[in-house]
């Protein structure tokens, strides 16, 4: 317990002195500190001493606390969990993580990908996707998105990519978002990114939480089993929450609520025992498959559908504990995708050849030293034995003069350290198929030619309201290059060879002529629409794990709102009470309920639907509050089911609130209502591309 005296020094600050269990205050190097609050001088108003070693460590440390931040996916919340393999896949994969029954501890990173560490959680942007298995055979590294292609094939074009999306090199905006001149500079000439492209403009880039995304390890990997067997694998994240998105006004409207809405979003559910779930799965499939394909296996821009190989689940991933401290872990976390295990190997993907040297190269830049693999949340849960040494921050004191190896020193009674396994040999050395040697070159191969069939396949696989998002959101990005004036024009060229309607929809929408169509580095085919592509067509009808935001004034009935909170509480789902005042209104029956959240600041928003439930005198009154006509305008721009008592209706009137199956009363209509979102109701409010 602690036990702190409190006594007040001369200036009136508080002094806090340790008595009991308290621990004693002290410097970096354990001498105590009798005062935090006034640095050493000479005299009461003199001079400040250079002695005072107090002050100037406690200045010099917090002068270092930044380090880099990440040239990428800077902004990022972390969690801890475990794996759980729950399928036997020995015949596939010899990897100790994949033992049906066996648990292994994980940390996983979520992160957007242009904007700076203290950007918003809400961009369009893809989301990063990493997790750390600390296996009992090393750390596997699965550095994922939330998107299952990337926008280039070779990761040469990986700084130009970044240098193109980030915040221009000269102004230094725009944060976090790609719709500028640069961008789409690159883009438009870097027609292999049109798969990618589609996929940014859909609602993929916008989840509603990040506990609702699937994620993908994107290239082909390879599993090998005991015998030295190998396959190819894809792997893939599937939430058991289903995947969700928001739509972009709300999106927009998120940010100014929110900064950190993910963020909140991920430690509250985890916070409060709702912990967020994925299944793990895998393609897998052999050289053959590969060969018959009409695209590359080992091209990144490329998905494997899940109609032609599908998705077979082999564990599950529960994201159970928040982080003790944000700096130490979530920051401090290195992923590298090079940290394989036995039985999980790499492919030629040249994306990913190119990843293998650049994660370990940040992590020095970063986190300053080669031995960031001993800061905690890095170092692996195995033994690990070696005969590295030294360099900066090396924190570990290897006994002996066994720093080399081969040595003889056990012949003498020395510890000759660490020795070489067999164990390691069979992933170095497996082979899908025959192995691709010849001349050097700098150059791809034909069958990376194909750049529109897949951005084809995926446009034309989404329904009607998710075409209209992505034709819309072209639009929205396209809109805000500025003095480029030919970039929009060559982004409509490419979209033609993607689908004529699209790229009509487009150049509509911009107000410009249609363009020619860009000529393809090879003719794109038809290939069969894949119902896993679209977010609609797998949405899960749920509450679990959403909120409802429940709008009360005074006069509120409270057995009308008792019944709301228990039919949402039932659903798994939190019920928030919001109200012009936090400390709350006062109910039909006398009581005081305590809000949640007040009026002003919890928007409709931040909710997965609405009910707002007023007696006459509350609702005249809020007709005068702009911020409940507009929780009930966004709640129903954004698609939301709208729960209302019926003394309400003239505050739904004022906001637009129309007629349909999204606008129930407070009953089982509510509930069952809240758990979709009303895609039909968009026409009514707003014009898409
Ligand atoms: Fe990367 C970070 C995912 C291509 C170079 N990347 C980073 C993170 C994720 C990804 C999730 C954040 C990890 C964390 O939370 O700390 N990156 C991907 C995916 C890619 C990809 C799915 C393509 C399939 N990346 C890629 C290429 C290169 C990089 C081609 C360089 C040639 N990525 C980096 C990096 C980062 C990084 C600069 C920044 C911070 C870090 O590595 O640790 O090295």
Not at 85 to 106: H, N, P, Q, R, Y
Not at 116 to 134: C, E, H, I, L, Q
Not at 249 to 272: G, M, P
Not at 305 to 314: A, L, T
Request: with cysteine; hydrophobic share 40%; net charge negative.
């Amino acid at each position: 317990m602690t036990d702190l005296k409190t006594s007040t020094g001369n200036g009136g600050e508080t002094h806090q002195q340790a008595s009991g269990d308290a621990p004693v205050l002290t410097t970096n190097h354990g001498v105590p500190v009798s005062d935090n609050q006034n640095s050493l001088r000479s005299g009461e108003r003199g001079p400040t001493l250079l002695e005072d070693f107090v002050l100037r460590e406690k200045i010099f440390h917090f002068d270092h606390e930044r380090i880099p931040e990440r040239i990428v996916h800077a902004r990022g919340s972390g969690a801890h969990g475990v794996f759980e393999a729950t399928d036997d896949i020995s015949d596939l994969s010899m990897a100790a993580v994949f033992t049906k029954g066996e648990k292994t501890e994980v940390f996983v990173r979520f992160s957007t990908v242009a904007g700076g560490a203290g950007s918003v959680d809400t961009p369009r942007d893809v989301r990063g996707f990493a997790v750390k298995f600390y296996t009992r055979e090393g750390n596997w590294d699965l550095v994922g998105n939330n998107i299952p292609v990337f926008f280039i094939q070779d990761a040469i074009k990986f700084p130009d990519l970044i240098h193109a999306v980030k915040m221009e090199a000269d102004r230094a905006y725009p944060q976090a978002g790609s719709a500028h001149d640069t961008f789409w500079d690159w883009a438009s000439l870097m027609p292999e990114s049109t798969h990618m492209q589609l996929w940014a403009m859909s609602d993929r880039t916008l989840p509603r939480s990040l506990r609702m995304m699937e994620g993908f390890g994107v290239h082909t990997f390879k599993l090998v089993n005991a015998e030295g067997k190998a396959s190819f694998v894809k792997f893939h994240w599937k939430p058991r929450l289903g995947i969700q998105s928001t739509i972009w006004d709300e999106a927009l409207k998120l940010q100014a609520a929110d900064n950190d809405y993910h963020r909140r979003d991920l430690w509250e559910s985890i916070d409060t025992g709702a912990f967020p779930e994925w299944d793990l799965g895998i393609q897998v499939f052999d050289q053959a498959f590969a060969d018959a394909q009409p695209y590359d296996v080992l091209d990144a821009t490329k998905l494997i559908p899940e109609e032609d190989v599908p998705v077979r689940i082999i564990g599950t991933m529960t994201l159970n504990r928040n982080v003790d401290n944000f700096f130490a872990e979530t920051e401090q976390v290195a992923f590298l995708p090079t940290n394989i295990v036995p039985g999980v190997d790499f492919s030629n993907d040249p994306l990913l050849q190119g990843r293998l040297f650049s994660y370990l190269d940040t992590q020095k830049s970063r986190l300053g030293t080669t031995n960031f693999h001993q800061i905690p949340i890095n170092a692996p849960r195995c033994p690990m034995h070696n005969f590295q040494r030294d360099g900066m921050m090396q924190t570990q004191v290897p006994k002996g003069r066994a720093n080399y190896e081969p040595n003889s020193l056990a012949a003498h009674g020395e510890d000759g350290g660490p020795r070489e396994s067999l164990a390691g040999f069979a992933t170095a050395n497996a082979a899908t198929g025959p192995d691709e040697q010849g001349d050097k070159l700098r150059i791809r191969a034909e069958t990376f030619a194909d750049h529109y069939s897949q951005a084809r396949l995926f446009y034309r696989s989404q329904d009607a309201h998710e075409q209209a998002h992505i034709a819309s959101s072209f639009v929205f990005e396209l809109s805000k290059v500025g003095v480029l004036d030919q970039v929009p024009p060559r982004v409509v060229a490419n979209l033609r060879n993607v689908d004529e309607d699209l790229a009509k929809r487009v150049a509509d929408g911009l107000g410009i002529d249609l363009p020619k169509k860009a000529k393809a580095a090879k003719e794109p085919i038809d290939m069969a629409p894949s119902d896993a592509l679209s977010i609609h067509k797998n949405m899960k009808p749920t509450l679990e794990g959403r909120s409802v935001g429940i709008l009360i004034a005074d006069g509120t009935d409270a057995a009308e709102l008792d019944a709301v909170i228990k039919a949402v509480e039932a659903e798994k789902a939190r019920a928030i009470i919001v109200a012009p005042k936090v400390g709350g209104a006062k109910l039909s029956d006398g009581t005081v309920r305590k809000a949640d959240g007040q009026l002003a600041g919890s928007p409709s928003q931040i909710f997965d639907a609405v009910a707002i439930i007023l007696s006459d005198a509350g609702c005249k009154a809020l007709l005068k509050e702009g911020a409940a006509v507009q929780f009930a305008m966004d709640a129903f721009g954004h698609l939301k089911a709208i729960g209302a008592s019926a003394a309400a209706k003239p505050l739904l009137d004022k906001a637009g609130v129309e007629a349909d199956a999204g606008v129930t009363d407070l009953g089982k209509a509510f509930v069952a209502a809240a758990k979709h979102r009303f895609y039909d109701r968009e026409p009514n409010v707003r014009t898409l591309a």
